[in-house]
C-alpha cells in the first residue's frame, strides 16, 4: 500500500447528476446573442462535438425551453427547428430516415439556416410557376 492511499480526497462542484456542461453553454449562447445583436454575426454549437455527462443534455434543454415556432423539414430524414424560448436560439435535430438521431445544434440566428431557401432553388422556382402558369392557361384555352 501506498501513501497516497492515506491522503484523503474530497470532490467539489457539481454533485452526481448535476449538468456541469450545460452552464458553460448557456453562457457561451448568450455571448452569441449578444454578438448577433451587435453585428449579425450568426453562431451554430454542435452539441454532437461536446462531451455531455449524465442529466447535462436534459439541464440544457431545460434551461432553453421552448418558443412560439417549430417547424418539421422531410429530407433524407426528418429535421426538427425549434425556437426555444430566447428569440433567436434555435435547437435543430437532425434524424436519419429510421429516425435515429444524427446531429443536433443550437442556431443563434434570426432564422435557422434549414429554413432558409438555397439560392439555387429560387430561379428554378420561378422558371417552374412560369411553366405551371403557361399550362394553365392553355388549359383555360
Do not use: C
Request: net charge negative; aromatic share 4%.
Amino acid at each position: 500500500m501506498s501513501g497516497l492511499d492515506a491522503i484523503a480526497v474530497k470532490v467539489e462542484g457539481f454533485a452526481a447528476g448535476d449538468a456541469a456542461n450545460a452552464i458553460p453553454l448557456l453562457h457561451e449562447i448568450r455571448h452569441a446573442l449578444l454578438r448577433l445583436a451587435e453585428t449579425g454575426e450568426p453562431t451554430t454549437i454542435d452539441l454532437s462535438a461536446i462531451p455531455f455527462g449524465p442529466g447535462d443534455r436534459d439541464k440544457l434543454f431545460e434551461a432553453l425551453g421552448e418558443g412560439e415556432v417549430s417547424a418539421s423539414v422531410d429530407a433524407l430524414g426528418e429535421t426538427r427547428v425549434n425556437e426555444t424560448r430566447y428569440p433567436g436560439v434555435w435547437v435543430v435535430h437532425h434524424n436519419s430516415p429510421t429516425g435515429d438521431e444524427l446531429v443536433t445544434h443550437i442556431e443563434v440566428t434570426r432564422l435557422p439556416s434549414m429554413l432558409t431557401t438555397p439560392e439555387e432553388d429560387l430561379g428554378e422556382a420561378a422558371a417552374q410557376l412560369a411553366a405551371d402558369l403557361d399550362t394553365d392557361s392553355t388549359d383555360n384555352s
